[in-house]
């Protein structure tokens, strides 16, 4: 279902793949409809339950809660029209009942059931749902935790305080504010009040001191025996320890706290605020504050020429110099056919490219070795382009490691770890870097490798760069300025390479933004001022250009309906989303708010290593083209070559020409 399936007379395409709330951890989205039947194949947390107690271990098995898990499934293709997943909530509810029971059986005393939907908008939805499911589910079960996170409960806390549950989890990092108002919904009741005071999202170390008084504050109302100390959410989103890493500092390292870290921070604080006379854990607070201190004074230590910078920046910087129509006037100087195919910017990161970036870190072969070696892949991508007769041609991008992790090591202001591998999906890592002071330019980054590119052919070559909200996004963001302000010095920086790009003659400039999406806060009423920020970025980073030079902006697994204008607002002169998989909803937004500048939806899908045949992206086109216009229609592929194989890529590719093909002549 994850990599869809091409052999053996099978021909089935991979199922679509969602960002897990706002972060950058993937799920492959369940499609149902009435003919789903559920089924307990293999009772995963049971297994692992029953092994953690043979090792003499109880733990409390964690499962993710039905109303979630329907709310973010989705209708299949043979649904009926109007279906919604959680109308098969009371098909569902029996077998959750049957794994619930089993553990229950095995004797575990407790279970998380994760509800993070509660922490948004939707939730307020799932009332009824939410209390007939949980009235439905907790005699069968052992003691429920119900667990939100990644944001507040907000009104949902009136229904959530009523659920017939014994304990409610609630996210105080990314919901601080939410103490007061559940300590007194439950204070009346039973519940067990489990406090999410040690972030699982970002890696500084928690302040004892406010964890301690939120703690405080809650056992004066509920006493001691009804409160829990635990991370906010999952550590999944943070790397495994700080014990391996030896290239940080010892000043850097006394900042953060990693998953291991935090684990232990859990226990320091759960101990003193059970009030502990512990000489280690007194020790331990004692510790704490003395870092915290020290970060605090780091942090006044802020590079002045970037704090003016961004103070004086003025309003015509964040605006292109002409309208769009006047642009794309100035821009047939490209010389692109109508239909321009191009791609989203990486070619297939090899083994041998990997090998060679090993080799570099160990010094196994010199600087120069290493860039004559990417140039060799720079200019096979090149050759390759011309040969198969793609029109907007990239350079690849063989020598990034990673799209965010390769411009933050240029960049003043941020810190690396050595091993901090994060799950993106399946068996996909990510390794973010951390900002942690004032972030600026050291010297042009990408320019000699486009400038290289596009000595070697005729065609226009298009430069490629990670935008400033996606550079934030990914990487582990400072605690103590506003992610807007980061944003900014990141799109200062940004304008600086995009300038010097278009002076070295590069006349295409794309800036990849497929974090905006993600970004978006949980809660509406929280999105306009983000949007304001994103976009404004944006177009500090591109706005600087001429006419001529033809700014490119690409999202992945976006869905816009609801935050389009601010997709219209960043003014790119072409944009590509990932549509391939995502039915047409997406493009008729396009065409329902009269976007007016060039679009390329990606024809066909990346994630697997399935070659579309011809046929199958002519069609796609032309479903495309009963919606956008066709003057304004880029043809490319979806994202993500970079993890797929040179033989899938050259016949898809092939594959995606002769489709362009076919469209001009039909059109
Ligand atoms: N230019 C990047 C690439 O092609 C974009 C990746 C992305 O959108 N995630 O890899
Ligand atoms: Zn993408």
Redesign the pocket.
């Known amino acids: 279902m994850a990599r869809g399936r091409q052999a053996e007379g099978v021909d089935v395409p991979a199922s679509e793949m969602k960002k897990w709330f706002d972060s950058n951890y993937h799920f492959v989205v369940p499609e149902l409809d009435n003919n789903t039947a559920f089924k307990l194949n293999y009772n995963k947390p049971l297994e692992e339950f029953n092994e953690a107690k043979a090792a003499g271990i109880a733990t409390r098995p964690v499962v993710l809660g039905p109303i979630t898990y329907l709310a973010l499934a989705k209708a299949s293709k043979e649904a009926e029209a109007g279906f919604e997943p959680i109308s098969l909530l009371s098909k569902l509810l029996p077998v959750y009942k049957q794994l619930l029971t089993e553990l229950k059986s095995a004797g575990a005393e407790w279970v998380q059931i994760d509800e993070p939907i509660l922490v948004m908008d939707k939730g307020a939805d799932f009332e009824d749902k939410f209390a007939s499911a949980y009235a439905e589910l907790s005699p069968a079960a052992p003691k429920i935790m119900l667990t939100t996170y990644y944001g507040r409960l907000d009104s949902n806390l009136k229904f959530v305080a009523k659920l017939p549950v014994a304990g409610i989890h609630i996210d105080l990092d990314r919901g601080a504010e939410q103490l007061d108002a559940t300590v007194s919904a439950v204070t009346s009741g039973s519940y067990v009040l489990s406090l999410g005071v040690v972030s699982g999202r970002s890696i500084w170390k928690t302040d004892f001191a406010a964890a301690i008084k939120a703690a405080e504050k809650a056992i004066s109302a509920v006493g001691q025996d009804r409160v829990i100390i635990a991370t906010s959410s999952t550590l999944l989103h943070i790397p495994v320890t700080l014990a391996s890493e030896n290239k940080l500092t010892a000043e850097q390292k006394d900042w953060f706290s990693f998953a291991y870290e935090k684990a232990s921070e859990v226990a320091t604080i759960a101990a003193v605020a059970s009030g502990s006379q512990d000489a280690q854990v007194a020790a331990a607070l004692e510790a704490n504050r003395s870092s915290i201190a020290k970060r605090r004074a780091f942090e006044k230590n802020s590079d002045d020429s970037i704090r003016k910078r961004v103070a004086s920046i003025t309003p015509e910087q964040y605006e292109r110099k002409s309208p769009f129509s006047t642009r794309r006037e100035a821009q047939k100087k490209l010389n692109l056919p109508k239909f321009p195919t191009t791609t989203?910017?990486?070619f297939p990161q090899t083994k041998e490219i990997r090998q060679a970036r090993a080799k570099l870190t160990k010094g196994e072969i010199s600087e120069a070795e290493y860039d004559k070696f990417i140039e060799k892949e720079i200019e096979n991508a090149v050759r390759f382009q011309e040969r198969i007769g793609l029109d907007l041609l990239v350079h690849g991008?063989p020598e990034r490691n990673d799209?965010v992790q390769y411009f933050g090591e240029r960049l003043d202001g941020f810190v690396f770890t050595q091993n901090g591998w994060v799950q993106s999906y399946g068996s996909r890592y990510v390794r973010p870097p951390i900002v942690v002071s004032d972030v600026s330019r050291k010297g042009p980054i990408t320019v000699r490798w486009s400038k290289y590119a596009q000595s070697l052919t005729s065609k226009p070559m298009k430069g490629?760069l990670t935008g400033p909200v996606t550079i934030l996004n990914w990487s582990f963001p400072r605690a103590d300025i506003p992610r807007a302000l980061q944003a900014q010095q990141l799109a200062l920086a940004l304008r600086d390479e995009v300038c010097d790009l278009e002076a070295a003659g590069i006349a295409a400039i794309?800036v990849?933004e497929?974090a905006v999406r993600e970004g978006l806060p949980l809660r509406r009423a929280d999105w306009d001022p983000y949007l304001k920020w994103a976009t404004s970025t944006f177009k500090l980073a591109t706005a600087g250009v001429r006419d001529e030079t033809q700014t490119h902006s690409?999202f992945?697994y976006s869905d816009f309906d609801d935050i389009f204008p601010s997709i219209q607002a960043l003014d790119a002169d072409v944009i590509s989303i990932e549509a391939s998989k995502s039915d047409m909803k997406l493009l008729n937004t396009f065409k329902r708010y009269g976007y007016s500048n060039q679009i390329g939806p990606g024809v066909y899908d990346v994630h697997s290593p399935r070659v579309p045949p011809q046929p199958e992206i002519s069609q796609k086109m032309k479903d495309m083209l009963d919606i956008l216009d066709q003057q304004l229609f880029f043809v490319n592929p979806d994202?993500?070559?970079?993890t797929r194989g040179w033989k899938e890529t050259e016949a898809s590719l092939i594959n995606l020409v002769e489709a362009a093909k076919w469209a001009r002549q039909q059109y």
């Open positions: 989203i910017g990486s991008e799209m490629m794309q990849d497929p690409h992945c994202c993500g070559l970079k």
